[in-house]
């Protein structure tokens, strides 16, 4: 039987096997120089296009997330932050805690590598198969307040509730107006139970009444962040300010007045 290779390309289109398709004599003859037979050449040719639309799932999924830079957690140095323990980070990275709708708060001084590990926890949940946002928590708020100015509030709350992890990062650098903590409660309520939330922040949750500029409000909020939580506290040296001692720009004793 004589296989017409436009008709061919057509099916592979029309069943959007486009992997396949683009790749096919490629493809065809490195099955052939591999004595496959036909259900090995089969599988070979499946696996070519679950490849291509992972990958393609990956780029999408990292776009919409909106991560500011590229980091992974294999360039992450878990010996310079022995506070932190690599099992429990290598546990974290499963997804497992964002299939349950948990959440995640990463705490500590700047510079310490919080911002690091969210964005590589974030990078592996797209690997999972969960869709995923990065925001600043200032924009975040500013992005809120603004939508319920405009009486559109509710758009852009569906908008942050919507993906299965959101990371909120930098809570606590700048406090809160007091309608904005109430936004942001609203959002939390959202997502309590729904979705999973990591949060980076340089405060305790004991300061956390400080940083909304209401107790009741940030006990609102830590009541449903922490119900089904896990909370990873670093402690440690800046990365930033080890370098800068390493190249003689800080001396050991001004570190205090730079945290």
Not at 55 to 81: E, K
Not at 163 to 172: A, D, N, W
Request: some cysteine; aromatic content about 6%.
């Amino acid at each position: 039987m004589t296989v017409d290779h436009e008709r061919l390309t057509a099916h592979l289109s029309r069943l959007k096997l486009t992997a396949i398709r683009d790749q096919l004599d490629t493809l065809l003859d490195e099955a052939a120089r591999k004595d496959l037979n036909l259900r090995e050449a089969l599988a070979f040719l499946c696996e070519a296009e679950v490849a291509r639309k992972d990958q393609r799932r990956i780029r999408m999924g990292t776009a919409i997330a909106r991560f500011p830079t590229v980091r992974t957690l294999d360039g992450f140095d878990f010996g310079a932050q022995p506070s932190i323990d690599p099992k429990l980070i290598r546990e974290l990275a499963t997804g497992r805690w964002i299939a349950n709708g948990d959440t995640l708060l990463l705490l500590g001084p700047p510079g310490v590598g919080k911002t690091h590990l969210a964005i590589a926890l974030g990078r592996q949940a797209i690997l999972h198969r969960h869709t995923v946002l990065f925001a600043p928590a200032t924009g975040l708020v500013t992005d809120l307040t603004k939508a319920h100015r405009d009486g559109r509030l509710e758009d852009k709350l569906a908008f942050y509730t919507k993906p299965k992890l959101l990371i909120i990062e930098e809570l606590g650098y700048l406090p809160f107006e007091p309608n904005a903590a109430h936004l942001f409660f609203q959002l939390v309520s959202r997502r309590y139970e729904r979705g999973s939330t990591l949060v980076t922040s340089n405060r305790n949750v004991t300061e956390w009444g400080t940083v909304f500029g209401d107790n009741v409000v940030a006990t609102a909020i830590l009541d449903r962040l922490l119900h089904h939580s896990h909370v990873v506290t670093i402690r440690g040296d800046s990365y930033r300010l080890r370098e800068k001692r390493r190249s003689g720009l800080l001396r050991a004793d001004d570190t205090n007045n730079h945290q």
